[in-house]
């Protein structure tokens, strides 16, 4: 699939932020909904975490490879492409996650996550593009943007917050049937 450059232009770093940040926060809530039964995984932390980071960044990659974007990204009108405007593989995809997790956002770690993400939208500012863009030879364009979507992804992006703030007390009452 090829995408047509004449109506997109460059995202401000804000809304690739905000992307990122919805599609870790989905990804991993489905992570946690998909895991929630196994006792063991929960009881080791570091591996919860590293099963938890590899399904992100399957996900997303898988995500990008089909539809040029990921849920967070189509809120926002963002695509991901080659630097031909073609679709990228999959291997290329996962990469891309993969150094835009760890170079981008130092693999989600609280706190200091937004030390690399404030030096990233720096050389975003200053460049047009990320490191993780410039090593999968990639970039993000983004549809025009209209406020309503804008309003419609911060809702969404709050609902889901407050989902996974609750989920395990809308678990106990989905058993008891309330």
Known sequence: MT??????QYPSAWHRFGARMFDFFLFGFVFMMLTDKIIWLRAQPLIYYALNMIFVIVSEGYFIHKTNSTPGKMFLGLVVVGQKQQAI?????????FWAYVKGLWMGIPVMMFVPAWFSRRLYQKTGTTVWDEAAQTKVLQMPSTWFRVVLFVFIFFLLIFLIGN???FQKAFEQGL
């Open 89 to 97: 593989s999959f291997k290329t995809a996962c990469y891309r996650t």
């Open 3 to 8: 995408v047509k450059e004449s109506n997109l």
């Open 167 to 169: 989920y395990h007390l």
